[in-house]
């Protein structure tokens, strides 16, 4: 735990909401950390392209290989999208429910992504995919590890819109206690390196009315997948 480094890395008592610049940079891991409000100045551009990814492929909710539905509804952009079934969970080139390619990723993803992944300092970030996950209240995401990637050296860029969620950050042990990281609007986590590999997950999102996005979380990760 080291929310003790919390520090400011911009500070203009003065901006404008329209330009709004993070805030502070949160350590809350050795190599992870949460950029505030880091994805605010990207909004006008960011939720027009996340509609057209939308209509494309629209959110489902997914069957586990234990045979649940999950809570959230899923969708996928960019070269490799991420899916479950019955059979196991795995990167597919194509949406099976549509058996069309994923949408690409809108070039917005991907600077935002590339920008964020640079202010926690990862050069070079190249994601392929991005999963995009939908939480209505009442929605959660159990502990899991994200290890279905075929490289595990390159971060993931963790992109929260709408609702607050509190984010369970654990150890590489399910049975490990985990930090609780409460998750607001705008917020990116990057994570990578010696964090890559801990579980994590998403309490389940309380009741509640955003200005923007009404009742729901919408969640962004972009990982190098293939
Ligand atoms: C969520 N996120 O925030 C779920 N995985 O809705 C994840 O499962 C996740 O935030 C890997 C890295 C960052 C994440
Ligand atoms: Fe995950």
Known sequence: MRSDDMKPITLDLFADAEVQQPA???QIGEQSFVLRGFALPWLDRLLPALETVLRAAPFRQM???GGFTMSVGLSSCGALGWTTDRSGYRYTPTDPQTARPWPAMPVVFLELAQAAALAAGFSDFMPDSCLINRYVPGAKMSL????DERDYSAPIVSVSLG??????FGGHQRSEKSQRVPLFHGDIVVWSGVDR???HGILPLKDGQHSQLGAQRINFTFRTAG
């Open 24 to 26: 502070t940079s949160q």
């Open 63 to 65: 069957i586990t290989p």
């Open 144 to 147: 899991h590890q994200d290890k």
């Open 163 to 168: 609702l607050p969620a509190v984010f369970l």
């Open 197 to 199: 590999l801990r579980y």
